[in-house]
């Protein structure tokens, strides 16, 4: 029997694009994607994530699998075709899920607060941010992907933020090029395969949407 896959998810989401990447990467395209309101949350999803009740959830055969980390590892571990997003050495596999977990703590509050805090909450917050990409770009340094010379977990993890670069540098006043280099140039590396760039949002769409989602909060 073939696998039935839905995905919970909305457009914009970053944790919802690591999982469409990864499947992507394993050559998966027959999956249903489900676009949930989050004002108004699907029955399928409370019943499938009645912990956390948010988007992405996959749904393998009906059984959900939920957090788009653990989706990720999970996708890796049940498609074993292509090269694998984790290192098969547990020390190299605890780095990598280090550093994913790294940018799972910090990039998206942290971003959060660049396009809708004010005075110095964001003076503070960008200067954590540069601060965090800094750190990932040593981590980084001279290779080509995180893990090395394959794209892998933490390039997962970190690549969905690729579509908020500009929105980062329009309301944090701040070049990421001229911050960091390198990791701009990872990042337009990753866009170039083809699991990445079918998956990541028009960047002007996105930054419209990002817009209005900042007024919106503004005016609550
Ligand atoms: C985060 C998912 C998340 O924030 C993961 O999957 O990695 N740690 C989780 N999902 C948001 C949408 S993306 O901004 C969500 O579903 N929010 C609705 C809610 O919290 O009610």
């Given at each position: 029997?073939?696998?039935e896959?839905?995905?919970?998810?909305?457009?914009?989401?970053?944790?919802?694009?690591?999982?469409?990447i990864?499947l992507?990467e394993k050559?998966?395209?027959g999956?249903?994607t489900?676009?949930e309101n989050?004002?108004?949350?699907?029955p399928?999803?409370?019943?499938?994530?009645p912990?956390?009740?948010?988007?992405p959830?996959?749904?393998?055969?009906?059984r959900?699998?939920?957090?788009?980390?653990?989706?990720?590892?999970?996708?890796?571990?049940v498609?074993?075709?292509?090269?694998p997003?984790?290192?098969?050495?547990?020390?190299?596999?605890?780095?990598?899920?280090?550093?994913?977990?790294?940018?799972d703590k910090?990039?998206?509050?942290?971003?959060?607060?660049?396009?809708?805090?004010?005075?110095?909450a964001?003076?503070a917050?960008?200067?954590?941010?540069?601060g965090?990409?800094?750190?990932l770009?040593?981590?980084?340094?001279?290779?080509?992907y995180f893990?090395?010379?394959?794209?892998?977990?933490?390039?997962?993890?970190l690549?969905?933020?690729y579509?908020?670069?500009n929105?980062f540098?329009h309301?944090g006043?701040f070049?990421m090029?001229?911050?960091?280099?390198k990791?701009?140039?990872?990042?337009h590396?990753c866009a170039?395969?083809e699991?990445?760039s079918?998956?990541?949002?028009?960047?002007?769409e996105?930054?419209?949407f990002?817009?209005?989602?900042?007024k919106?909060?503004?005016?609550?």
């Amino acid at each position: 029997m073939a696998d039935e896959l839905i995905l919970l998810n909305i457009w914009a989401s970053p944790f919802g694009m690591r999982v469409r990447i990864a499947l992507a990467e394993k050559g998966i395209d027959g999956y249903e994607t489900r676009e949930e309101n989050l004002q108004n949350k699907s029955p399928l999803l409370l019943q499938m994530n009645p912990v956390h009740k948010q988007i992405p959830v996959l749904i393998h055969n009906g059984r959900p699998v939920c957090e788009s980390l653990i989706i990720v590892q999970y996708i890796d571990e049940v498609w074993k075709r292509g090269s694998p997003l984790l290192p098969s050495d547990p020390y190299r596999r605890a780095h990598a899920r280090f550093w994913a977990d790294y940018v799972d703590k910090k990039l998206y509050s942290l971003g959060k607060l660049i396009w809708l805090a004010t005075g110095e909450a964001h003076a503070a917050a960008k200067e954590e941010l540069i601060g965090c990409f800094k750190l990932l770009e040593g981590e980084l340094g001279d290779k080509t992907y995180f893990g090395g010379d394959s794209f892998g977990f933490v390039d997962v993890s970190l690549i969905p933020f690729y579509s908020w670069f500009n929105v980062f540098e329009h309301f944090g006043n701040f070049s990421m090029v001229a911050e960091c280099p390198k990791l701009v140039a990872w990042a337009h590396r990753c866009a170039e395969r083809e699991s990445v760039s079918k998956c990541l949002p028009n960047e002007k769409e996105f930054f419209d949407f990002v817009v209005e989602l900042r007024k919106k909060a503004m005016t609550k």
